[in-house]
């Protein structure tokens, strides 16, 4: 679970795992908002976790053009460092780009800044891209967090005599 923007301290920030329960669930809550904001790479491709989770641009992209079928008017910004939708998934990102889904890209040092003030989320993010800042007001703020390897991956492993790499 993520330790950070302002996860499991407001109820207007999920996991993408969480979204995609609730898109499942037919979730009207979520299918009416106005604006989503998704947030890539949150806990990986850091000094702490130097490893891409490889899933996640992948299960963002699918998420948010789920939520543009479902409501064409919900705005869907999806803030990356680097999309990583490998091979036949790069359709993907071309789908979401042509259903009006917006993509920003952000540096490892320009982080987006999520505070919540009477009750509203507010996103500030960098977009390198254009070389601005941009204040983002979503309803709903969605994660995509590190994959973790469990605690005794490396012993599970050794046993079987797998080789183990940085990611």
């Not at 923007?5 to 009207?28: C, F, M």
């Not at 490889?54 to 999309?83: G, H, S, W």
């Not at 999520?114 to 979503?138: A, C, M, W």
């Amino acid at each position: 679970k993520p330790t950070e923007y302002l996860y499991s301290q407001s109820d207007k920030v999920l996991t993408q795992l969480e979204l995609e329960k609730n898109i499942a669930e037919g979730n009207e809550k979520i299918e009416k908002l106005d604006s989503v904001v998704m947030i890539q790479c949150v806990g990986s491709r850091e000094e702490e976790h130097m490893y891409c989770s490889r899933v996640c641009c992948t299960q963002a992209t699918t998420n948010a053009i789920k939520l543009k079928e479902r409501n064409p008017d919900t705005e869907v910004y999806i803030l990356y460092r680097d999309m990583r939708t490998y091979g036949m998934n790069e359709l993907l990102y071309r789908q979401a780009r042509e259903k009006g889904i917006t993509f920003i890209r952000y540096e490892v040092e320009g982080k987006p800044e999520v505070s919540e003030q009477n009750g509203k989320l507010k996103v500030n993010v960098f977009d390198s891209t254009l070389g601005t800042e941009i204040l983002l007001e979503p309803g709903l703020l969605v994660l995509s967090s590190a994959i973790r390897p469990q605690a005794d991956a490396k012993e599970f492993a050794s046993k079987l005599k797998l080789p183990l790499t940085q990611d």
